[in-house]
């Protein structure tokens, strides 16, 4: 799209943890409208990809760099999530896309992926509260 080109990979559970540490507020307002129990109503343009990287830009420029191959304790970070957050809008919530499909599979659908995350947040907040988690995708 748009004449950039870069690799990108799916990214693990663990990953999104360490995304859920560093930006836990919006990846919760994420998770809920989601899930359906935010305040963005269905059809939203916070619900479809294009929203989420409006939303969520810095939030995004991470997941980029992360699918990338980068780092978050490596020295080149910062640069790495600045040159993701440049990237034209279309080149964005296409690489999403692709990162989505990458992470996501047979073995381990969204559903299954998500209830390890949220097993991970809730160790991490101390939490014995049973979360549900989205639906069959």
Known sequence: VGGELFTVS????NQVFGLYR???ADLSQ???NLAGRGDAEPG???NSIEGVVAQFPELVAEVLAMAAGDKPDSDDWDEAVTVAGSLPFPVQ???LLKIGELTFSPEM???KFFALLVGMIQQLNGSTKTLEVGSDN
């Open 10 to 13: 799916g990214i693990t559970a």
């Open 22 to 24: 560093r930006h836990k």
């Open 30 to 32: 994420l998770f809920d």
């Open 44 to 46: 939203d343009m916070l």
């Open 93 to 95: 919530t296409d690489a």
């Open 109 to 111: 659908p969204a559903k």
